[in-house]
T-cell receptor, first 112, second 113 residues
Framework: GESVGLHLPTLSVQEGDNSIINCAYS??????FIWYKQESGKGPQFIID?????DKRQGQRVTVLLNKTVKHLSLQIAATQPGDSAVYFC???????????FGSGTRLLVRP | DAGVIQSPRHEVTEMGQEVTLRCKPI?????LFWYRQTMMRGLELLIY????????DSGMPEDRFSAKMPNASFSTLKIQPSEPRDSAVYFC???????????FGPGTRLTVL
C-alpha cells in the first residue's frame, strides 16, 4: 500500500542512468545520517549511513555525500535499475538523542 | 533472522473499538520504536523503549494511545477507543544500540471506519 504523501517530489530517470536524491536536514547538531528505501507495502529498508566525521561513504552502487556547511545530504545510485523504484527517505540523529528524524521523502521512478 | 515481526498486517475496525498492534523485535536488539506513517504527516515516532522501559513517549498523540513492552521479545501498541483519524500504517522498528540504524517491520495497516 501507499506509504507517503501525494505531493512527494519525484525523480524520474532512465534505466541505466545515475540517480541523485537530495535532502536538506534541519539540525546542525545532527551527527548521524541514514538513507532508507521504502517500497510500496513494505517498511523502510536501510541503505547506507554516514557519520558527521565523514563527507562521503560508498556502498554497493550507492554513495552518500554529506555537506555539513549547508546541511545537505545526497544519495547517488549508479546504473539505476527498475528495482530501485521506491520512496527514499533521509533521516538524521543527534548523538545521545536516540531519535531519528525522517525527511518527507523523494519518489524515484525508473523508466525502462 | 526473521527480522522485525508485526501482526496483524491489516486491521479494519469500527470507530470506538479497541485496537492492539503487536511487534516482535530482532533478538538482541535493546531498542524498540513505534512509528506511524500517514500521507499528510509522513513518518512520525510515537514512542521508543530501551531494555523494555519506555524512554520517550512525547510522540504519542493522546491518551487513547498506550504502548507496553512486557519483555525483550514483545511489544504492543493499543488504541482505545479508536477513531477514523487513527487510520495509518504503524511500523515497529528495533535497533541494537542507540546510535545505529533501525530495522523496520513490514507494518500494520489500520483502517478505522
Amino acid at each position: 500500500g501507499e506509504s507517503v504523501g501525494l505531493h512527494l517530489p519525484t525523480l524520474s530517470v532512465q534505466e541505466g542512468d545515475n540517480s541523485i536524491i537530495n535532502c536538506a536536514y534541519s539540525n546542525s547538531a545532527s551527527d548521524y545520517f541514514i538513507w532508507y528505501k521504502q517500497e510500496s507495502g513494505k517498511g523502510p529498508q536501510f541503505i547506507i549511513d554516514i557519520r558527521s566525521n565523514m563527507d562521503k561513504r560508498q556502498g554497493q552502487r550507492v554513495t552518500v555525500l554529506l555537506n555539513k556547511t549547508v546541511k545537505h545530504l545526497s544519495l547517488q545510485i549508479a546504473a539505476t535499475q527498475p528495482g530501485d523504484s521506491a520512496v527514499y527517505f533521509c533521516a538524521e540523529n543527534k548523538y545521545s538523542s536516540y531519535k531519528l528524524i525522517f525527511g518527507s521523502g523523494t519518489r524515484l521512478l525508473v523508466r525502462p | 533472522d526473521a527480522g522485525v515481526i508485526q501482526s496483524p498486517r491489516h486491521e479494519v475496525t469500527e470507530m470506538g473499538q479497541e485496537v492492539t498492534l503487536r511487534c516482535k523485535p530482532i533478538s538482541g536488539h535493546d531498542y524498540l520504536f513505534w512509528y506511524r506513517q500517514t500521507m499528510m504527516r509522513g513518518l512520525e515516532l510515537l514512542i521508543y523503549f530501551n531494555n523494555n522501559v519506555p524512554i520517550d513517549d512525547s510522540g504519542m498523540p493522546e491518551d487513547r494511545f498506550s504502548a507496553k513492552m512486557p519483555n525483550a521479545s514483545f511489544s504492543t501498541l493499543k488504541i482505545q477507543p479508536s477513531e477514523p483519524r487513527d487510520s495509518a500504517v504503524y511500523f515497529c522498528a528495533s535497533s541494537p544500540t542507540e546510535y545505529n540504524e533501525q530495522f523496520f517491520g513490514p507494518g500494520t495497516r489500520l483502517t478505522v471506519l
